[in-house]
């Protein structure tokens, strides 16, 4: 989730093998009730280039979305007139959303930047704006937000965190990951130094960037629940892999089932839903 550079890209064309058969079986698993949970919620990271998510991921389990941010990089993707902050073209319906079978509890995300170092450079000002953002009106009833400024155990300054997101409303999530494979130990030991007691942790597997096996990722979430109670923790499955550069491509059923397979028993979100999970992925998943 650090930035457009490295989350979003284009994803793989559908192929329409099977399409047929695939479809008549997600009618029959939903006709009998089994179609299976494999997960809590999606994230959507919002840019001008995908403001109109849609998608089935409810019938794979999600019911709660968490939005990256309702503000990047100065641009509003919700109307705040109060805050006097320019609302980006063609602004997402958020009513049409709030409606969506997957977007039945909602987190926002607050102000961020696209470029990781640039928020957090900007992490106190990003803390003051994310307050103000949060006890503006919005175009839906949140259940909690989330400040976008990631952080990572390499970030110098993350004790500066507690400081930036002690004005925001509660209930609020932050995120971190671990590409530098310190160990779930040493970095359940890291969160603890500097995460608020009271704000709750979206750990980033670091599968889609293979910096570790879905069954290692396990092992990161079992430590960090452990510590900060399973009401304080969510896990997020990166739905991504590598294409080359710097691009990213959608991963395969065969690479996403068995990753949010081994996350069973935590409540899980994939990143992103909008961008790499399509119905076509959706169908492939209810058929195992």
């Known amino acids: 989730m650090t930035g457009l550079s490295r989350r979003v890209a284009l994803v793989l064309g559908a192929t329409a093998v099977a399409g047929a058969g695939l479809v008549g079986l997600d009618l029959a698993v939903r006709r009998l009730g089994r179609a299976p949970r494999l997960m809590e919620g999606i994230v959507w990271q919002v840019h001008g280039g995908l403001l109109d998510p849609r998608g089935d991921w409810n019938e794979i389990g ?14 509003a993707f919700v109307p705040l007139p109060d805050l ?13 959303i709030a409606r969506e079978p997957w977007a039945q509890s909602i987190i926002a995300g607050l102000a961020g930047r696209f470029k990781e170092p640039d928020a957090r450079r900007d992490v106190l000002a990003l803390g003051a704006l994310s307050a103000r953002v949060a006890r503006q009106r919005l175009p839906f009833t949140p259940s909690g937000f989330y400040f976008p400024v990631e952080a990572d155990p390499t970030w110098t300054g993350v004790g ?24 779930a130990k040493a970095f359940a030991d890291w969160v603890e130094g500097w995460l608020p007691r009271d704000v709750g942790l979206f750990f980033q597997d670091g599968v889609g960037v293979y910096s570790r096996s879905p069954e290692a990722a396990r092992s990161y979430a079992q430590e960090l629940s452990q510590r900060l109670g399973r009401g304080r923790f969510r896990l997020i499955a ?32 994939v990143f992103d839903g909008p961008h790499y999970v399509d119905r076509l992925l959706v169908r492939k998943l209810l058929a195992g």
């Open 84 to 96: 006097g902050l320019p609302l980006i073209a063609d602004a997402p319906n958020w009513s049409r």
């Open 62 to 75: 999600a019911r709660s979305l968490l939005v990256q941010w309702l503000v990047a990089d100065g641009t």
């Open 160 to 183: 500066q965190m507690a400081t930036a997101i002690a004005d925001i409303p509660r209930p609020l999530w932050v995120s971190a990951y671990d590409n530098s494979n310190v160990g």
């Open 238 to 269: 990166e739905a991504f892999r590598p294409a080359g550069g710097d691009l990213l491509r959608a991963a395969t059923v065969a690479e996403l089932l068995p990753q949010l397979r081994a996350y069973a028993g935590f409540e899980v979100f």
